[in-house]
């Protein structure tokens, strides 16, 4: 479909991503990685442009999620790359910006993230918190999303199990954070495991 393309990591792209996103102690190679170029709907069905990295293994199954939902008119509000962001997910996040790949550590942890492989997708994440208590304390992320934290409520962007983005994802082999564990919820969060 017209708008939606995978490409290499060029020049120009690796431009933009040094040092942001492909961090210097990246152990990804940039032949893993692929740029995708996406057309999203938002709440008004106003067409945008969006870019996404991701990994190779991925990126046929991503366009074919993509294209259903702008096809279903599903609303995602941005899709640009984090290094519009610095790489800093907690801006992202605020901002509501769906992204993948970042090269980076799992919370509280010194794992590298799926998110740092390229195999991880947040959609709409403002709307779609991930949520944990570490220490007694209740981490709410981004930290401007606590009002999403009760899923009985009815908001835009939200994402239920049953809802055409999961099931897309599903159907492609990815796991949903909003149903993998019981001392968290990313409800944000679409993944493959490694």
């Given at each position: 479909?017209?708008?939606?393309a995978?490409?290499?990591?060029?020049?120009?792209?690796?431009?933009?991503?040094?040092?942001?996103s492909?961090?210097?102690?990246?152990?990804?190679?940039?032949?893993?990685?692929?740029?995708?170029?996406?057309?999203?709907?938002?709440?008004?069905?106003?067409?945008?442009?969006?870019?996404?990295?991701c990994?190779?293994?991925?990126?046929?199954?991503?366009?074919?999620?993509?294209?259903?939902?702008?096809?279903?008119?599903?609303?995602?509000?941005?899709?640009?790359?984090?290094?519009?962001?610095?790489?800093d997910?907690?801006l992202?996040?605020?901002?509501?910006?769906?992204?993948?790949?970042n090269?980076?550590?799992?919370?509280?942890t010194?794992?590298?993230?799926?998110?740092?492989y390229?195999?991880?997708?947040?959609?709409?994440?403002?709307?779609?918190?991930?949520?944990?208590?570490v220490d007694?304390?209740?981490i709410?992320?981004?930290?401007?999303?606590?009002q999403?934290?009760?899923?009985?409520?009815?908001?835009?962007?939200?994402?239920?199990?049953?809802?055409?983005?999961?099931?897309?994802?599903?159907?492609?082999?990815?796991?949903?954070?909003?149903?993998?564990?019981d001392?968290?919820?990313?409800?944000?969060?679409?993944?493959?495991e490694?």
């Amino acid at each position: 479909m017209k708008g939606f393309a995978i490409s290499e990591i060029n020049d120009e792209i690796f431009s933009k991503i040094s040092g942001k996103s492909y961090k210097k102690n990246c152990t990804v190679p940039l032949e893993n990685l692929r740029y995708l170029s996406l057309l999203h709907k938002d709440l008004n069905g106003k067409i945008l442009n969006g870019e996404m990295i991701c990994n190779v293994k991925i990126a046929e199954d991503l366009i074919d999620i993509f294209q259903k939902l702008f096809e279903a008119n599903y609303p995602i509000e941005k899709i640009r790359l984090i290094d519009e962001y610095d790489a800093d997910d907690e801006l992202s996040m605020k901002d509501n910006n769906s992204s993948c790949f970042n090269f980076r550590f799992v919370s509280f942890t010194n794992r590298v993230s799926l998110h740092g492989y390229g195999l991880a997708v947040d959609i709409n994440p403002l709307y779609n918190p991930y949520i944990k208590t570490v220490d007694g304390k209740k981490i709410i992320a981004p930290d401007n999303s606590a009002q999403y934290e009760d899923r009985t409520k009815d908001f835009n962007y939200k994402i239920v199990e049953n809802d055409l983005c999961c099931k897309l994802f599903k159907e492609h082999s990815f796991l949903w954070g909003g149903n993998c564990w019981d001392d968290e919820k990313d409800y944000q969060h679409f993944f493959i495991e490694q």
